[in-house]
């Protein structure tokens, strides 16, 4: 009965994914999706609060009982890419130079499907949060909802989130007990020496061999400094000198880049040391050195017994055959965030078809990808089955 409800929601759905899908938008500007969301909310007579953290919306359905005293949380992400749609899909965007090429079209599409399916049978004992969240792509979306008093409005004990795998087959879920993506953080070293005549080195502070020497200091970073059987990234992306020039020594250099950990304390030890670096190269060549270093997203660390009920809510739908376990990978997701402050996990949804060519293939972040509507009735049962045995009735 479950199943086949869902189906039938799930038919509206893929239009609704659509339509969100014509109409991207990115980082705190996605209104059009805020103001679907909540039109549906409203027809559908469930309870919600907007406006958090700009365009965010929180929705509340209680269950038929509230015996337990417990609330569980979902959270979809509702922002686009600045991308240029080559999809070719009838639904591609409609906003030149934007486009929903990560499936938050979808995700936002699955917890709506859970709403109007939870608003309709209330079968837990418990409280369920649906959280639509703004700007997961570089915009600290989820940071910014727990600033806003997330936790204290909208209290909830443990928390689950789906991204949809274009890597997996349709009909496999994977997760991971502890890490599963990384952390992102981003630096800015400046360099400061004192810029010259070329051919009179005597009178200048040559920042070049110093920014030379911290590129190739900052290289070992991982290799001398984190344990092997840990992983991390330092890449250096930028580093900008001089005018063009032939006869100027700079007085100035930038380099920056990103870090990618599995830990706090890799960060912190990172940070310590890059520091060290910038400021022990700056100091080798007569110049001065400035680190911005900016922690933006923490890693998604899955707790233990969170994956646990996530595996046995997916092998309940697709079986255990279809439980792969996910290879921890560097890329970022703020979901991170819900889980540094409260128990959860996440999930990968595989959303891939035989077909060599299927749209729903591409990589996130593609022009040509496209969220596959086929996965929205299995993701929107698997949050289901989630909320009714998280908080199962007793005695209803
Ligand atoms: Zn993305
Ligand atoms: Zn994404």
Redesign the pocket.
Known sequence: MRTALLHSIATEATEWRRTLHRNPQTMYEETFASNFVCEKLTAWGIPFERDIAVTGVVATIEGRRNQSGRAIAFRA?MDALDITEASGQPWASHNPGKMHA???DGHTATLLTLARYLSQTHNFDGTVRLIFQPA??GGRGAFRMLDAGLLERFPFDEIYGY?NWPFLPRGTFSTVVGPMLASVDDFEIELIGRGGHAAMVEHTADVLPAAATLVSALQTLVSREIAANQAAVVSITNCNAGTGAFNVISGRATLNGTVRTFRNADRDLIERRMRQMAEGAALMYGATAKVDYRRLIDPVINHREAVEHCQTAAAKLVGDANLLPFQPMMGG?DFGGFLSVRPGAFIAIGQAEPESDSPHNYT?HSPKYDFNDRILPLAAEYFAELAETRLRPTNI
């Open positions: 992400d990560c499936g938050h997961e792509e991204h997701e996130l």
